[in-house]
């Protein structure tokens, strides 16, 4: 796999916004902007399969905000 100048990988990500949110995939699909209402999330998300269930993890750097987004979005820390 090729990556690309100034990309950020998965696991720069990890390292610098450590705090994650599992959510299911229509929330994100829903069009909201998310990056307004949460600054600390990382401009890039992880795409989890689970038992056939499409899932995203989002990162933030704060933990407050994080379980702040997975009560609004009904996820798991």
Do not use: N
Not at 2 to 25: A, D, F, M, N
Not at 53 to 59: G, L, N
Request: glycine fraction near 6%.
């Amino acid at each position: 796999m090729t990556r690309r100048k100034g990309e950020l990988t998965i696991q720069k990500i990890k390292r610098l916004w450590p705090y994650s949110v599992v959510v299911p995939r229509e929330v994100f699909d829903c069009g909201i902007p998310f990056h307004a209402a949460y600054p600390s999330m990382a401009p890039r998300r992880e795409s989890v399969l689970v038992d056939g269930r499409q899932f995203v993890r989002a990162y933030f750097t704060d933990a407050s905000e994080a379980e702040v987004f997975a009560r609004r979005a009904g996820a798991s820390l």
